[in-house]
Structures are given as C-alpha cells and as structure tokens.
C-alpha cells in the first residue's frame, strides 16, 4: 500500500551537533509529527533532540545500523513509521527480505520502501532543481535531500532543526570544529565533509551545499523555516 499521513506540522531533527546543549527536546516533542534520519538516537540525547519520532527516513547504507538496534529504534517509539530508500541496485533482493523478515519480528513495525519509480522521480527533481544530471554528476543524494522531499509532501508546515544554510561553510573566519553527527562527537568535521563533498569530482558524492541551496529557494514556497543555525 501507498503511505498517506498527514501531517499539518511537521519538524525535521537533523543529525547535527549544532542540536547539542540546545534543550530543544521539549518543543521537539511537542510537534505534531517529528521526522528524523537514519541511526541517529534518541536515548542519552532526549534534552536536545527528544524522543518523539513519528517517521524515520533510512537510507539503504544505514539499514542494518538501524535493525541491529531495534531496542532504540523500534521498540521505544514503536508509533514511528519507516521510510526505506536507496537506488534500486542497492535495495536488491536481500536487503527488501532482510527488511520483510524485520517487520515479521516487529509486527507493530510500520514500513515503507520507496519504489524504483518514486527514486527516478527524486532524480528528475534533483536534475530541474539543480540543471545537473545526477547520474553524470556523479553525485549522490543524501538522506536529507529524501527527507526534505517527503517532509514536503507529508506536512503543510515543515521546520528543521540544526541544518546549516549553504553558505555557512564559506564564512570567514571559518567555523569552529563541529562533529558532522551529534551521536559521534569524534566523528569527522562538518565542513571538512560538506565541502570535500561539493568538490570532489573522483567516485560519487553527496552534494550537499548544492541540495541546501535548493531548500533555500523552496523555503517560501513550501513552508520550511529554519533554525540552529537561522537561515537569513
């Protein structure tokens, strides 16, 4: 079947460590729905991120972090609905059996895949956003581009937490160290990842400061705010 939430207001927890010390766990969970990405957790984390998760989008590579650790992920928030995504070479047989065998363990386990027509569609958009060909780009789209994308469709009104603006990464004097996740504060460098990542034209990439640039121009369209960091 075809999901068909609704959500009038909708926030999107990223997985950025400008959400640490914040105490934006409260209002988080207060949203009507609360949308977070792949393994970022909950547990330890709640006074910044909360806990609430109506929807998780999980890409194809962080599919087994998540079903490893169904303790947080399943069972705690156990009204949370999945969204599975990757390119259709990667959502092979397997990984859909090892996604059905999970929802057979955890028959409270909403998910959803998204289809290999739906993820053309997320390149045909990614292509008229950006002029760019993904495929001759050699570029990859992120989880927050998927979950941008659905948080739109899903949510009359769409706030994000912790997503920096596309130019944040130019800024002189450059930013401080911030871990690229908040769960892995060892983890590598926010900007060090975005702009290797923008520039990089050996294998493929995320795009990120170019995907940001994109939910700049659909802000007014779309009803999407942003905060910590504001977006001018």
Known sequence: QTLTSHCHQCVIVTSSSHLLGTHLGPEIDQAECTIRMNDAPTTGYEADVGN???FRVVAHSSVYRVLKRPQEFVNK???TIFIFWGPPVKMQKSLLKII?????SFPNMTAYVVSPGRMKQFDDLFRGETGKDREKSRSWLSTGWFTMVIAVE???NVHVYGMVPPNYCSNRP????MAYHYYEPKG???????IHNERSRKGNHHRFITEKRVFASWAGLYNISFSHPAWA
């Open 174 to 177: 450059q930013p401080r160290r």
């Open 77 to 79: 928030t156990p009204e």
């Open 154 to 156: 899903l949510c009359d």
């Open 188 to 194: 590598p460098d926010e900007c060090t990842t975005y």
């Open 100 to 104: 059905q065998r999970v929802g057979m």
């Open 52 to 54: 609430k998760t109506s």
